[in-house]
C-alpha cells in the first residue's frame, strides 16, 4: 500500500501570492494526479504525469520520480484557487490510486 | 460530451433501507471506478469494473456492498442495508483504458438516518 503524504494540510494565502503544495509517496509510481476539490463539490482533474513537469495557465506540476515527490505550483493565485488539492499516485501494475487527505487552500482578496 | 453524470447528486436513506447510486461515464469510456470519501477523509479506493465485468474489488466491504457495470446503462453501486456509517460521499471516475487518467464525477452524498 502506497503512503501519500501531503504538505501543508492547511494554507492560506493572499491574492497574487505563489503557492506550492508538495506530495511524497512511499513506493515507485506509474502515474500521479492532481485534483482539486470545491468545498460540497466534485472532483477536477488538474494534472496526471508520470516524469517532469507540466503547466496549464497558472498551474505547474512537477514530479521527481527518484526522490518519490510531486509539487504543486500556482502562480498570481486567486480567490477562486480557493479549494482542497489531492495527490492521488497509482502504482505500476495496480488498479487504484491511493490518495493523500488533501490540503486546504484558501486564498484571500 | 456530459462528463461523467452521477445521480442523484444528495440521496438519504433510513438505516436498514437500500442506496442505489448510479454512475453514466464518459463517451467512449468503457472503465469505471467508485471512490467513497468519509467525512474528513481522504478517497479510499472501493471498486474497478468494465463493462460486464468487476476487474477488482479489494476496497469493497465484503458484506452488503454491490457493484454492476451492464453492458447497457449506467454503473450501479447497491448499498443493502444501509447503516449509519455508510454516510459519505461516493464518487465514481471514468477512463478510456486503464493506463489513463481519468475523470471524475460530481458525486452522490449519502446520508443515513
Known amino acids: 500500500k502506497n503512503e501519500v503524504e501531503q504538505s501543508p494540510q492547511n494554507l492560506t494565502a493572499q491574492e497574487g501570492e505563489f503557492i506550492t503544495i508538495n506530495c511524497s509517496y512511499s513506493?515507485?509510481?506509474?502515474?500521479l494526479h492532481w485534483l482539486q476539490q470545491h468545498p460540497g463539490g466534485g472532483i477536477v482533474s488538474l494534472f496526471m504525469?508520470?516524469?517532469g513537469k507540466k503547466k496549464h495557465g497558472r498551474l505547474i506540476a512537477t514530479i521527481n520520480i527518484q526522490e518519490k515527490h510531486s509539487s504543486l505550483h500556482i502562480t498570481a493565485s486567486h480567490p477562486r484557487d480557493s479549494a482542497v488539492y489531492i495527490c492521488?499516485?497509482?502504482?505500476?501494475?495496480?488498479?487504484?490510486?491511493?490518495f493523500g487527505t488533501g490540503t486546504s487552500l484558501t486564498v484571500i482578496p | 460530451n456530459a462528463g461523467v453524470m452521477q445521480n442523484p447528486r444528495h440521496l438519504v436513506r433510513r438505516r436498514g433501507q437500500e442506496a442505489r447510486l448510479r454512475c453514466s461515464p464518459m463517451?467512449?469510456?468503457?472503465?469505471v471506478y467508485w471512490y467513497r470519501q468519509l467525512p474528513e477523509e481522504g478517497l479510499k479506493f472501493m471498486v474497478y469494473?468494465?463493462?460486464?465485468?468487476?476487474?477488482?474489488e479489494s476496497g469493497m466491504p465484503k458484506e452488503r456492498f454491490s457493484a454492476e457495470f451492464p453492458k447497457e446503462g449506467p454503473s450501479i453501486l447497491r448499498i443493502q442495508q444501509v447503516v449509519r456509517g455508510d454516510s459519505a460521499a461516493y464518487f465514481c471516475?471514468?477512463?478510456?483504458?486503464?493506463?489513463?487518467?481519468?475523470?471524475f464525477g460530481s458525486g452522490t452524498r449519502l446520508t443515513v438516518v
Open positions: 504525469l508520470s516524469s
Open positions: 492521488a499516485v497509482k502504482e505500476g501494475t495496480g488498479n487504484q490510486f491511493y
Open positions: 513506493v515507485g509510481i506509474s502515474a
Open positions: 463517451k467512449g469510456h468503457s472503465h
Open positions: 471516475a471514468s477512463s478510456p483504458a486503464a493506463v489513463y487518467g481519468y475523470t
Open positions: 469494473l468494465q463493462k460486464e465485468n468487476i476487474i477488482d
